[in-house]
């Protein structure tokens, strides 16, 4: 059965660090023949995409709201990914969640409907 379990959220001040992780298992395919995501979804509004990283050989894409703040990286032998987020703000608060989908190249990555599995989210909240 295929399965992601977020970690590595909390509470952060604002222009602080965390990095979240990503541990995936139960995956058919090698690790590397996956697209992963990145979501985030604050209180009453909808799920947004964050960052993508194709199939190998693993092109990453962000979106422009945490372009060169955040960090996209993954480790296929331990099955693992991460998201470095630095220099954060209070409107990065949210649930982040991350996500899986064979072959996948991250053409249509901000829509959720292009992902079939996902983790169960960790909670990130920005605030002094």
């Known amino acids: 059965q295929l399965q992601l379990v977020e970690s590595g959220g909390g509470l952060v001040q604002p222009g602080g660090s965390l990095r979240l992780s990503c541990a995936a298992s139960?995956?058919?395919?090698?690790?590397?023949?996956?697209?992963i995501g990145w979501f985030r979804q604050a209180p009453g509004k909808e799920r947004e995409w964050v960052s993508c990283s194709s199939a190998s050989p693993g092109r990453t894409t962000y979106a422009d709201s945490v372009k060169g703040r955040f960090t996209f990286s993954r480790d296929n032998n331990k099955k693992m990914v991460y998201l470095q987020m630095n220099s954060l703000k209070p409107e990065d608060t949210g649930v982040y969640y991350c996500a899986a989908e064979d072959h996948y190249y991250c053409s249509a990555a901000t829509a959720v409907t292009s992902w079939d599995s996902w983790g169960q989210g960790t909670q990130v909240t920005v605030s002094s």
């Open positions: 139960g995956f058919p395919f090698p690790f590397e023949d996956y697209g």
